[in-house]
C-alpha cells in the first residue's frame, strides 16, 4: 500500500509518499522561516497563503521523486491539528480534494501523535508501550505510549514550551528568528566559567511531579542578560546557563516519567530533539533511547505519511468527508 502524507500545521509545508513494503519513498519539505524572520515570529494569513502557493508543485515533486502517480495512492493522509486554523485547512481541503478525486480515504493524522510515532520508522524495534518527551516550539510533555491512538500524559509545560522560551530568549539577544538553534550554536561553557554569571535555576524540581515550567527561566535570563556587558562572552555564558537549565530540567522530569512508568524504551521527539546537549545526555538513562534523524524532529510530511499508514493498516480512522481540523487537539485522552 501507498500513502501520501501532507503536513501544514503551521509554517512548513511537507509531503511524503510511504510504502508499507519498502518505507518512505520520497520526502520534500518548504520552510517559511525566511519569509517569517523580519517579523520576528509566524504571521498565521503569511503561512496559509504560503501554503497554497506551495503544496501543489510539492506533491508534484514527491509524486516524481517516488516514482510513482496520485492514482496508485492507497490514501491521503494530512496534519488535522493541532496547529494554525488556517494553515491546516489548506492541507486537509487539499488532502481530501486529492482521496476524492481517486476515490480513496483521507486520513486525519494528529501532528503530536505524528511527531512521536515517527522515530519506529527509522527503528523498527520501537515497540508500544514506551515513553516520549516531546519538546518543541509549541508543546513540552511526557507521554506514555500504550498502544496506537491510546496516550496517557504524564507531565506537560505550564506557561511557555521549552522550544518557545529558547527563541525567546535568543531574540532578547539579538539573534535571527528562530533563536532555538543559534543560541544553542553558542552555548560555551569557558564563557560561562570566565563570566563570572551565576548558574540559572531549575524551575519546578523542588515540587513533586511531571509538569515543566520555562516562563521564569525565560525572564531570569533576559534579567542576566540587562545585567551583563551586553557582549560575546555575555551572549555565550547565557547561551551555556539557559541551554543547561533547560535540558537538567526536562532530563529530571523525565526520569520521574521512566520510575512512574518502568518504561525500558525511550523517545525523544519534536524540534527541540535535535538540541545536541539534550541528546548526548538522555544516552545517560537505563533504558533504549531512541530519537529521529534531524530531518524528522521538525515538521515534516515523513511522520504524517508514516502515523497516517499505521491508521490505514487498522482501518481505524475517521471515513467522513467532511473537511473538519482541530486546532487545539489534545493527544491524551481523558
Same mark, same amino acid.
Given at each position: 500500500?501507498?500513502?501520501?502524507?501532507?503536513?501544514?500545521s503551521?509554517?512548513?509545508?511537507?509531503?511524503?509518499v510511504?510504502s508499507?513494503t519498502d518505507?518512505?519513498?520520497?520526502h520534500?519539505?518548504?520552510?517559511?522561516?525566511?519569509?517569517h524572520?523580519?517579523?520576528?515570529?509566524?504571521?498565521?494569513?503569511?503561512?496559509?497563503?504560503d501554503?497554497?502557493?506551495?503544496?501543489?508543485?510539492?506533491?508534484?515533486?514527491?509524486?516524481?521523486?517516488?516514482?510513482?502517480?496520485?492514482?496508485?495512492?492507497?490514501?491521503?493522509?494530512?496534519?488535522a491539528?493541532?496547529?494554525?486554523?488556517?494553515?491546516l485547512?489548506?492541507g486537509?481541503?487539499f488532502?481530501?480534494?486529492?482521496a476524492?478525486?481517486?476515490?480513496?480515504p483521507?486520513?486525519?493524522?494528529?501532528?503530536l501523535?505524528?511527531?512521536i510515532?515517527?522515530?519506529q520508522?527509522e527503528?523498527?524495534?520501537?515497540?508500544?508501550?514506551?515513553?516520549?518527551?516531546?519538546?518543541?516550539?509549541?508543546?513540552? @510533555? %511526557?507521554?506514555? #505510549?500504550?498502544a496506537?491512538?491510546?496516550?496517557?500524559? $504524564?507531565? =506537560?509545560? +505550564?506557561?511557555d514550551?521549552?522550544? *518557545?522560551?529558547?527563541?525567546?530568549?535568543?531574540k532578547?539577544?539579538?539573534?535571527?528568528?528562530?533563536?532555538?538553534?543559534?543560541?544553542?550554536?553558542l552555548?560555551c561553557?569557558?564563557?560561562?566559567?570566565?563570566?563570572?554569571?551565576?548558574p540559572?535555576?531549575?524551575?519546578l524540581?523542588?515540587?513533586?511531579?511531571?509538569?515543566?515550567?520555562?516562563?521564569?527561566?525565560?525572564?531570569?535570563?533576559?534579567?542576566?542578560?540587562?545585567?551583563?556587558?551586553q557582549d560575546?562572552?555575555?551572549k555565550?555564558?547565557?547561551?551555556?546557563?539557559?541551554?543547561s537549565?533547560?535540558?537538567?530540567?526536562?532530563?529530571?522530569?523525565?526520569?520521574?516519567?521512566?520510575?512512574?512508568?518502568?518504561a525500558? @524504551? %525511550?523517545?525523544? #521527539?519534536?524540534?527541540?530533539?535535535?538540541?545536541?546537549? $539534550?541528546? =548526548?545526555? +538522555?544516552?545517560?538513562f537505563?533504558? *533504549?533511547?531512541?530519537?529521529?534523524?534531524?530531518?524528522?524532529?521538525?515538521?515534516n510530511?515523513?511522520?504524517?505519511?508514516?502515523?497516517?499508514?499505521q491508521?490505514?493498516?487498522?482501518e481505524?480512522?475517521?471515513k467522513?468527508?467532511?473537511i473538519n481540523?482541530?486546532?487545539?487537539?489534545?493527544?491524551?485522552?481523558d
Open positions: 500500500m501507498l500513502i501520501l502524507g501532507i503536513e501544514s503551521c509554517d512548513e509545508t511537507g509531503l511524503a510511504y508499507d518505507g518512505l519513498l520520497a520534500c519539505l518548504y520552510s517559511q522561516i525566511l519569509a524572520r523580519q517579523y520576528g515570529g509566524v504571521v498565521p494569513e503569511l503561512a496559509s497563503r501554503h497554497i502557493r506551495q503544496i501543489v508543485p510539492l506533491i508534484d515533486q514527491v509524486l516524481k521523486q517516488a516514482n510513482t502517480k496520485l492514482a496508485n495512492m492507497d490514501a491521503i493522509a494530512y496534519t491539528g493541532p496547529g494554525l486554523v488556517g494553515a485547512l489548506v486537509a481541503c488532502a481530501k480534494s486529492l476524492m478525486s481517486i476515490n480513496k483521507a486520513i486525519g493524522v494528529h501532528h501523535e505524528a511527531h510515532l515517527v522515530a520508522m527503528y523498527p524495534q520501537l515497540k508500544f508501550p514506551f515513553l516520549a518527551l516531546l519538546v518543541s516550539g509549541g508543546h513540552t @510533555q %511526557l507521554i506514555y #505510549a500504550k496506537l491512538g491510546d496516550y496517557e500524559l $504524564l507531565g =506537560e509545560t +505550564i506557561d514550551a521549552a522550544g *518557545e522560551a529558547f527563541d525567546k530568549t535568543a532578547v539577544m539579538g539573534l535571527p528568528y528562530p533563536g532555538g538553534k543559534f543560541l544553542s550554536d552555548a561553557y569557558e564563557s560561562y566559567v570566565q563570566s563570572g554569571i551565576k540559572f535555576p531549575r524551575p524540581l523542588d515540587r513533586p511531579g511531571c509538569d515543566f515550567s520555562f516562563s521564569g527561566l525565560k525572564t531570569h535570563a533576559l534579567q542576566t542578560w540587562q545585567k551583563s556587558s560575546e562572552q555575555s555565550r555564558a547565557i547561551a551555556y546557563c539557559f541551554q537549565a533547560v535540558v537538567d530540567t526536562l532530563l529530571e522530569k523525565t526520569r520521574r516519567a521512566l520510575l512512574i512508568t518502568n525500558k @524504551q %525511550l523517545v525523544l #521527539a519534536g524540534g527541540v530533539a535535535a538540541n545536541q546537549a $539534550l541528546r =548526548e545526555k +538522555i544516552l545517560n537505563n533504558c *533504549e533511547v531512541f530519537y529521529p534523524s534531524l530531518q524528522y524532529c521538525t515538521d510530511g515523513a511522520m504524517i505519511a508514516y502515523t497516517g499508514m491508521y490505514l493498516k487498522t481505524n480512522f475517521d467522513n468527508l467532511q481540523v482541530l486546532p487545539r487537539w489534545p493527544l491524551a485522552k
